[in-house]
T-cell receptor
């Protein structure tokens, strides 16, 4: 079982819709969770971090964490064509400094 | 702003060469990481370092080694480059405390011919 799993997509949504991206992780003791956006040919850039169960909102982005079910999700409201990118989920595994990524989900926002 | 700088944006090397990829960060971060990124495989952790002279293997360390003699610099070494090491290499750093994010360098596209 992979440590961090994401659906590779592509996930296609129309402009203005809500995009929902999901990530599951295997280490139940993991404490820190991150979402990155990566445009083609560029480095990943941090969108949001979340450490506690529940929702965390930042502008059009909402991160959701459910430790009991071992998943973390990212919602993008009012999706724009400029949101088209690969979204990477990252987890710090318990007891280590390992910073592990999923394979990423490619999002396409259709104008 | 955190700055993570990788020494080269593009690199072409021959099979069998010893290759050094350098990464420098300016925020006094304890943890540093090297990843490679290949289509469909995401970011795979090669090695990481949680402090000066400390290193740990990631998920794909074979064919690589690392060096961290100073806190700000983390080097990835390909002992004898092979064509299957052609990839995008990304360096990242973070503060060594709970709940802190990692910042990335611009990446090095390495081609081994």
């Amino acid at each position: 079982q992979k440590e961090v799993e994401q659906n590779s997509g592509p996930l296609s949504v129309p402009e203005g819709a809500i995009a929902s991206l999901n990530c599951t992780y295997s280490d139940r003791g993991s404490q820190s969770f991150f979402w990155y956006r990566q445009y083609s040919g560029k480095s990943p850039e941090l969108i949001m971090s979340i450490y506690s169960n529940g929702d965390k909102e930042d502008g059009r982005f909402t991160a959701q964490l459910n430790k009991a079910s071992q998943y973390v999700s990212l919602l993008i409201r009012d999706s724009q064509p400029s949101d088209s990118a690969t979204y990477l989920c990252a987890v710090i595994t318990s007891g280590t400094y390992k910073y592990i990524f999923g394979t990423g989900t490619r999002l396409k926002v259709l104008a | 702003d955190v700055k993570v700088t990788q020494s080269s944006r593009y690199l072409v090397k021959r099979t069998g060469e010893k290759v050094f990829l350098e990464c420098v960060q300016d925020m006094d971060h304890e943890n540093m990481f090297w990843y490679r990124q290949d289509p469909g495989l995401g970011l795979r952790l090669i090695y990481f370092s949680y402090d000066v002279k400390m290193k740990e293997k990631g998920d794909i360390p074979e064919g690589y080694s690392v060096s961290r003699e100073k806190k700000e610099r983390f080097s990835l070494i390909l002992e004898s480059a092979s064509t299957n090491q052609t990839s995008m290499y990304l360096c990242a750093s973070r503060r060594g405390t709970v709940n802190t994010e990692a910042f990335f360098g611009q990446g090095t596209r390495l081609t081994v011919v």
